[in-house]
């Protein structure tokens, strides 16, 4: 990083949000001048940072929250680094697009101020893809991580915000909320410099954003039913299965919750799913009120692996079991194994037919996670259209584990950490989250009948003259001493030196109301 840059601003109390965000805005207008070259130089190095320490934040999430397996938390952080970055190396969301047959010119125009809330399940993953994404599309983002995996987070956001400045992004191009509580994050989601919303989260957390007055995109929760049918490769379908519930202890909200088998194959199915131990009756019951005691799911088993929780439940398992199956009757919601469940423990019912598989996913789906995914393992090309049909979901993954099928990792669907729901699950946002979703175009449209004009080699945008743009000139809670001025004594960090820093800080929040008084009486 070039030492003359102030290093990112972080939100120390909830006085830092209108402060941030201002000076996320100043990036933000900096950023949306850059040309393809400089955005590309930005990118491809926050992507090698994060890569480059994709194990290392893999380990601290599962110290930080306590759930999770690091090496599957590694796999995702470098699916959302460089993955990402490969998967869209040919895509250009800078570039404006003339398009001489239908005489229309379309501009790239970025949303402005990204407000990324993410969460404790794929903690590091969501920074970096939202990073990323925000990168891509010349965004300043701000992010605000779950406070089960503050630390992990906004180490990562920090880490990646000087790769992106050390890169030639502008200073405050990324921010992150070091200490999020609820009335700074509502504060902060509701401020008009924010532009858009993009929360992954529980419901709860989905609803504020909307409730916001701000732009959102948001999700719902996932419930997912998974099919096999009498034709499908067994052998393949009862690995990717296991495979898939077992990934990072089923923290993904694409794990598969519900196991639908065709009674004629469901013996032999389950007899190949090696690493899954069949609960009886009994144990059954001791995994189900243990897991959801009066009837709602207890979180200190969100993300946490089988022989553990057999062993809260009081279960003996194999010390190799992976995951464990939980079989009952009726999709209906009195039933606790019928809901989503971030851990893996799978529930397994036995149908007559694929006919009736389908009904039982759709009345899986009816419970919840309507709009998020299923899964099928069939080969049977009319019993795959008639699931994908009749479940309302949209995204369903075909001979693939779910959890890494409906994200992406293991399909050509976008690699994802954000999975939109659409009308159908109550979303702003029907498909996997990805750059296109950060930016809208502007159409310059000729008369159908004027001659169209040449764009070829034209560019509105230029690189920062002489390099990377100047730091932000206020409002910035730590400061670096330029090279240039050896021995200088540092300026004081207003983290560590008591009252440093609070007269300006006061000063800048103080003209910042004055300023939106000022706006509303010329309203």
């Known amino acids: 990083m070039n030492s003359t840059v102030k290093s990112p601003v972080n939100g120390r109390s909830a006085d830092r949000g209108p402060v941030m965000l201002e000076r996320a805005r100043w990036a933000a207008r900096a950023y949306a001048r850059y040309d393809k070259a400089a955005v590309d130089r930005v990118v491809a190095a926050v992507a090698r940072v994060a890569a480059a320490n994709a194990v290392r934040y893999a380990e601290w999430a599962v110290r930080e929250t306590g759930f999770g397996v690091a090496e599957h938390k590694a796999l995702k952080n470098l699916a959302c680094s460089t993955g990402l970055v490969e998967a869209y190396a040919g895509h250009d969301y800078v570039s404006p697009r003339a398009d001489a047959a239908d005489k229309i010119l379309s501009i790239p125009r970025p949303a402005g101020v990204v407000f990324a809330l993410t969460p404790s399940t ?308 029907g498909e996997n989250l990805q750059p296109g979703n950060l930016v809208n175009w502007t159409r310059v449209a000729y008369h159908v009948d004027a001659p169209f004009g040449d764009f070829d080699r034209l560019d509105p945008w230029s690189p920062p003259p002489g390099g990377p743009v100047p730091p932000y000139p206020e409002a910035s809670n730590a400061r670096t001493v330029p090279a240039s001025a050896p021995g200088a004594a540092p300026a004081p960090d207003s983290r560590t030196a008591p009252g440093a820093g609070r007269d300006e800080l006061r000063d800048e929040i103080r003209r910042l109301i004055l300023e939106e008084l000022a706006s509303l009486v010329r309203s």
Not at 129 to 152: D, G, Q, W, Y
């Open 122 to 429: 794929n903690p590091v993953a969501t920074v970096y893809f939202k990073i990323l994404l925000a990168l891509m599309t010349r965004n300043a983002i701000v992010i605000s991580p779950h406070p089960m995996a503050r630390e992990c987070c906004a180490d990562a956001a920090r880490t990646l915000a000087e790769a992106a400045v050390a890169a030639g992004a502008p200073d405050g191009v990324v921010q992150v909320v070091e200490e999020p509580a609820l009335p700074l994050i509502e504060r902060m989601m509701a401020d008009p410099r924010v532009d858009v919303i993009v929360a992954t989260g529980g419901t709860p957390v989905v609803r504020a954003a909307y409730r916001s007055g701000n732009p959102a995109l948001g999700v719902g929760p996932g419930n997912v039913p998974v099919l096999v049918d009498r034709t499908a490769d067994l052998e393949s379908a009862a690995r990717h299965i296991v495979d898939s519930k077992s990934f990072d202890n089923s923290i993904l909200c694409t794990n598969e919750s519900v196991l639908i088998a065709e009674e004629s194959i469901a013996d032999r199915l389950v007899s190949l799913m090696r690493g899954a131990h069949l609960l009886s009756g009994d144990e059954r019951d001791q995994v189900r009120g243990t897991l959801f005691p009066e009837g709602r799911f207890d979180t200190r088993f969100v993300g946490r692996d089988a022989v553990w929780i057999a062993q809260r439940a009081g279960v003996r398992v194999p010390s190799g079991t992976r995951i464990l199956l939980a079989p009952f009757d009726l999709a209906v919601p009195e039933e606790p194994l019928a809901h989503e469940k971030l851990c893996p423990v799978l529930g397994l019912m036995r149908v007559p037919s694929a006919r009736r598989g389908i009904d039982a996913a759709r009345a899986v789906l009816r419970i919840a996670g309507a709009g998020h995914s299923a899964a099928i393992h069939s080969t049977d090309p009319a019993t795959i259209m008639e699931y994908g049909a009749a479940v309302p979901v949209l995204r369903v993954s075909v001979n693939a584990g779910n959890s890494t099928g409906s994200s992406g990792i293991d399909t050509n669907l976008p690699i994802s950490m954000t999975i939109g729901t659409g009308f159908v699950g109550g979303s702003s946002a």
